[in-house]
């Protein structure tokens, strides 16, 4: 079965420059999770959709970003205008409906760079 | 609210060497623990998790961990370490109900493996 895919791998962008990353969960997982990893700090929650619905987003840093999961399938994380402070990888993750027991699957994450 | 510390942020080891790499948490409820390891270039894969029962648990790649609940430790440990066990280690935890399965992480240990 294909993985977690995010992309792009890499964006490198301008402040005050808007971008979108994209994760396309593993097909049937209805649990879809973003985090953060700002440079040498630990990974941090985002938030959480069950389907098309958000489930937690209490990580969510500011109203710059904005999450979004059509029809239950792929999610977007756009953060718009971007600031020098976002810089960082951000991981997506996606489970099957259910208990932790299943854990998680992530994806090779997001690089993005703001200048 | 969780925490997770891990005290090294990076250990050198010999090849065919053991290694233990610590990690701590803090926690007002039960928690499951986890750990995870990011390859160079990859996304994060699951190791080995304890959700309850016996406190050693084996993992992937000859990997193992030890929950030691009076001390709040999760300790990962391998007896001989090969040059591809070279990676960064999170250990992670999850509150057993309520925590819709979000995940709190550690800043993660680097490990090198030298020949």
């Known amino acids: 079965e294909a993985g977690v895919t995010q992309f792009p791998s890499h964006s490198v962008i301008e402040k005050g420059q808007t971008v979108t990353l994209r994760c396309d969960p593993i097909s049937g997982h209805d649990n879809l999770y973003w985090y953060r990893r700002v440079m040498g700090k630990e990974i941090k929650f985002l938030l959480h959709?069950?389907?098309?619905?958000?489930?937690?987003e209490s990580g969510m840093p500011n109203n710059r970003f904005l999450a979004e999961r059509t029809g239950g399938t792929y999610s977007t994380l756009k953060v718009q205008p971007a600031e020098l402070e976002d810089s960082g990888v951000y991981f997506c993750a996606s489970s099957p409906p259910g208990r932790i027991n299943y854990g998680y699957t992530f994806g090779s994450g997001t690089r993005l760079t703001v200048v | 609210a969780q925490s997770v510390t891990q005290l090294d942020s990076q250990v050198p080891v010999f090849e065919e060497a053991p290694v233990e790499l610590r990690c701590n948490y803090s926690?007002?409820?039960?928690?499951?623990l986890f750990w995870y390891v990011q390859y160079p270039n990859q996304g994060l894969q699951l190791l080995l998790k304890?959700?309850?029962?016996?406190?050693l648990v084996k993992g992937i790649n000859g990997f193992e961990a030890e929950f030691n609940k009076s001390q709040t430790s999760f300790h990962l440990r391998k007896p001989s370490v090969h040059i591809s066990d070279t990676a960064e280690y999170f250990c992670a935890v999850s509150v057993v109900t309520g925590g819709g399965n979000k995940l709190t992480f550690g800043t993660g240990t680097q490990l090198k493996v030298e020949l």
């Open positions: 926690s007002s409820v039960s928690v499951y």
């Open positions: 304890y959700l309850s029962g016996s406190t």
């Open positions: 959709f069950v389907k098309e619905s958000k489930q937690d």
